[in-house]
């Protein structure tokens, strides 16, 4: 309100009153001094705020992903490309091109085997051995150790002549230890094998065939040549006989070739009798010329007369 007039335009009751305002002079000192030291203490307290916010801005920006020291990453080899897919096998393309295995691949496509063979070789991680004899080695036995058999005694028999697992020729030396070897057929249907030296057989009850080449040996697929038929006892109670051998050609020898000739004019019966016809021949013939020759001359003497 001092401020606010000038000192002509104060009244003189308030001039008069102000010496009286001088008891409180001390008062506003200690006022003054009050607000001064609560500044000093709201600078102070505001010095240290800023203090901790500026630690924790430096806090924050050292620990920030940027700034922070990474560790580096272990160094991991490369994995290992996943391995090719198995290709799919025909085994009746195999069988139908190599051998001639016609005979064995015209009985599992009768009695549905290579469906079994199909499915096991293509569909599954253990893959499939498959020991397979050539059309002579079925032929050389009777026609009727077949024929006679059930379509569930053939199926069997040709069950046994498979393993449902892959194994190479490196693998049938370690084979021979677990003899018997179980086959497709399951049961009391086992083979042994025995290596000996690279020469590999597999026997069975009335049989012990050799494996003499390996037709297809890329798994999951193993394909032999066997040069026997498997035959097991569970099917064959006895030997099962042989086919019995051809007979021989007939001789087509010439008849005038039986008897070799003679440099002493001695020859074989067959040659006496044709040369004992030829002199007869000629003798006949001898003897007409000389009838008609008396004849001729006889007419000639009668027409001179």
């Not at 006895?238 to 001789?251: E, H, I």
Request: with cysteine; glycine share 4%.
């Amino acid at each position: 309100m001092l401020a606010s007039f000038g000192s002509s335009e104060l009244p003189t009751t308030t001039l008069a009153a102000l010496p009286k305002l001088s008891h409180l002079r001390p008062s506003f000192r200690a006022l003054g001094c009050l607000t001064t030291e609560k500044a000093k203490r709201s600078i102070g307290s505001m010095g240290l705020t800023t203090i901790l916010l500026a630690c924790s801005f430096v806090a924050i920006m050292t620990s920030s992903p940027t700034n922070a020291q990474t560790t580096p990453a272990p160094f991991l080899p490369p994995s290992p490309a996943p391995a090719p897919a198995p290709h799919f096998v025909n085994l009746a393309d195999l069988l139908s091109v190599a051998g001639p295995f016609h005979t064995f691949l015209n009985y599992i496509e009768q009695t549905q085997v290579i469906q079994t063979f199909q499915n096991q070789a293509n569909n599954t991680k253990q893959g499939i051995t498959i020991f397979v004899p050539k059309d002579s080695s079925f032929s050389s036995l009777k026609k009727t150790t077949f024929s006679n058999l059930t379509q569930d005694q053939l199926k069997t028999l040709l069950l046994y002549h498979a393993f449902p697992k892959f194994y190479s020729l490196s693998e049938f030396n370690n084979l021979s230890a677990l003899n018997p070897v179980s086959t497709f057929a399951g049961g009391a249907y086992t083979l042994n094998l025995t290596d000996n030296s690279g020469l590999i057989h597999v026997a069975s009850t009335w049989s012990n065939p050799k494996i003499t080449s390996g037709v297809y040996t890329t798994p999951p697929v193993a394909i032999y040549e066997v040069d026997k038929v498997l035959l097991p006892m569970a099917i064959f109670r006895t030997n099962p006989p042989l086919a019995p051998a051809p007979a021989p050609a007939p001789d087509a020898t010439k008849p005038s070739d039986l008897g070799p000739s003679s440099r002493n004019g001695i020859g074989s019966s067959p040659k006496s009798s044709e040369s004992s016809t030829t002199e007869s021949s000629a003798c006949s013939i001898s003897l007409s010329l000389f009838i008609y020759l008396v004849m001729a001359i006889s007419s000639l003497l009668m027409f001179m007369l």
